[in-house]
């Protein structure tokens, strides 16, 4: 048994041994709804079951950050899913997620909701769902870290300061990133979110695309925890799946790819264009600048490769107002 193999069997020991004592104490499997997506042929669902106090208070959306991570998983629970004309019912996995997939849902283009509930709810839980028409030639998927949001990822201190010591509204945006994408969306045209950020920073998130006017999308987020693998979760892993995965289930869509030269974006967009060049339309990269560079990872440099975007248009820039600037000149 690896080193990795023991974390993940204390993981699931300790988590189990909060269920029950939280359950002792009243406490119940409530679903976190998430942020889905679909076409005209299937959807997906998304969230989570944490256990809850029914008799808390509803906690305010300003907290200091650390307070996203304390939760405990309900594994393996069932869940009810009911979206459009479709009612199915599945079980969350080891961690406590779910990720239901509705086919024949009947539902037009545009954000619906779908309701989520456990055995022991009391109420169902809502989760939006964008539905992308069929006839939708282009989308925009967008990083986060660095590139619209201020992190320092993957410098740990400084991220960790940044996502669990500062409170969840004092997050600053990267100048000029909403005109960028204003500029480059047409109306119906949609934005996914794909960040190798947990999913206990959801509600941060949401609230920042909305209050810095940013526009709102399905995140598509990942979990920190150990793996068969490893301690910790490959992001870059997790970011080339669901690159691929939005590639099959949007066959019609051409991509302008958005992110930062701070972590793995040039490398995981060229590798994207190579293996589809017809599918991606621009690529989008916002430059760190020296300092900000150093205070990431370390170095003056960008830790990731140039992208080898081939036929591909391609941008640089150190924020969103020079992006604008560069993409006009196209």
Do not use: C
Not at 128 to 144: C, P
Not at 238 to 252: G, S, T
Not at 323 to 330: G, P
């Amino acid at each position: 048994m690896g080193f990795s193999d023991v974390v993940r069997w204390a993981e699931h020991r300790i988590n189990s041994a909060d269920v029950k004592a939280k359950s002792r104490r009243g406490w119940v499997p409530q679903v976190t709804g998430f942020t889905g997506y679909g076409n005209s042929e299937r959807a997906r669902v998304l969230g989570r079951v944490l256990m809850a106090d029914p008799e808390r208070e509803p906690k305010t959306k300003v907290e200091r950050g650390y307070r996203q991570f304390f939760t405990t998983q309900v594994p393996n629970i069932a869940v009810t899913v009911e979206l459009g004309e479709q009612r199915v019912t599945a079980q969350t996995d080891r961690n406590g997620y779910l990720e239901v997939l509705i086919l024949d849902h009947g539902l037009q283009p545009g954000w619906h909701t779908a309701t989520v509930r456990t055995p022991l709810s009391a109420e169902a839980t809502e989760a939006r769902v964008q539905i992308i028409a069929d006839d939708v030639t282009h989308g925009l998927i967008s990083d986060v870290d660095d590139t619209i949001m201020v992190t320092m990822l993957p410098r740990a201190m400084l991220a960790a300061w940044n996502s669990w010591v500062k409170k969840t509204n004092t997050r600053q945006p990267v100048p000029g990133m909403r005109n960028l994408y204003a500029e480059l969306l047409a109306p119906g045209e949609p934005t996914f979110y794909v960040s190798t950020g947990a999913w206990n920073t959801f509600d941060t998130l949401t609230d920042f695309i909305a209050r810095e006017k940013l526009p709102p999308g399905p995140l598509l987020l990942t979990d920190w925890g150990p793996t068969p693998t490893g301690l910790f979760r490959s992001g870059q892993e997790h970011k080339r799946v669901a690159l691929r995965n939005l590639i099959v289930d949007f066959p019609n869509i051409r991509w302008t790819l958005v992110g930062d030269d701070g972590q793995h974006d040039p490398m995981l967009y060229s590798d994207l264009v190579q293996e589809h060049p017809d599918r991606v339309r621009l690529v989008a990269i916002r430059e760190l600048s020296r300092s900000e560079h150093i205070l990431a990872h370390g170095t003056t440099a960008t830790i990731s490769a140039p992208g080898n975007y081939r036929t591909i248009k391609a941008i640089h820039g150190h924020t969103g107002f020079d992006l604008v600037r560069e993409f006009k000149k196209l």
